[in-house]
């Protein structure tokens, strides 16, 4: 085994073109395929093979990050609408808001690539941080974890040929 081809990096991330400063973990455990059984009348209830509909609701990704500021904060709560630096923010959008609306692309890019090195960068179309970053500890209140919930691009549906939620972008 060559041990200087052995990779040891982290994710800058970004939601809506907005850098998340520094960071600790990325969680993308939660990630789920929701599949629908194929079945033909002549096998009866045997599943053939699984058919693709999307994500299952509970789709998230979890970013610990650190050095937390309070632009990043206003960026974390994406209805803010107030002026930046001084206005108080609204725990949670207007009720009866549809999040999709609110919600914008999240972009994982390794950090020991340079920025316009793209072909391992992980894109989400649609993401919402869902659990904003408030809790603290005494101990570690500069670490939150920030959980964005990942939405289909309902734009990408009638193409039928695309994933809804996302890509590695391609090599350019």
């Known amino acids: 085994m060559d041990h200087t081809l052995i990779r040891r990096t982290n994710y800058d991330v970004s939601f809506k ?10 969680d993308l455990s939660k990630l789920e395929l929701l ?3 194929v079945q033909a009348g002549t096998t009866g209830a045997m599943k053939l093979d699984d058919r693709v509909l999307g994500f299952t609701d509970g789709a998230q990704v979890t970013v610990q990050v650190r050095e937390v500021t309070r ?9 803010f609408t107030g002026t930046t630096g001084t206005a108080a923010i609204e725990l949670s959008p207007p009720i009866n808001s549809l999040l999709n ?12 690539l340079a920025v316009d090195v793209i072909t391992q960068d992980i894109e989400f179309y649609k ?17 939150w974890d920030l959980v964005f919930k990942i939405y289909p691009d309902v ?18």
């Open 17 to 26: 073109a907005s850098s998340l400063g520094g960071l600790n973990k990325i």
């Open 35 to 37: 599949l629908a059984p």
């Open 71 to 79: 632009v990043m904060i206003e960026k974390a709560f994406p209805w």
């Open 101 to 112: 609306q609110y919600a914008g692309a999240l972009v994982l890019h390794p950090h020991d």
């Open 127 to 143: 993401a919402l941080p869902i659990q904003p970053p408030i809790s603290r500890d005494g101990m570690a209140d500069d670490v």
């Open 155 to 172: 734009s990408k549906i009638a193409a039928n040929t695309v994933s809804m939620y996302g890509r590695f972008k391609p090599a350019t």
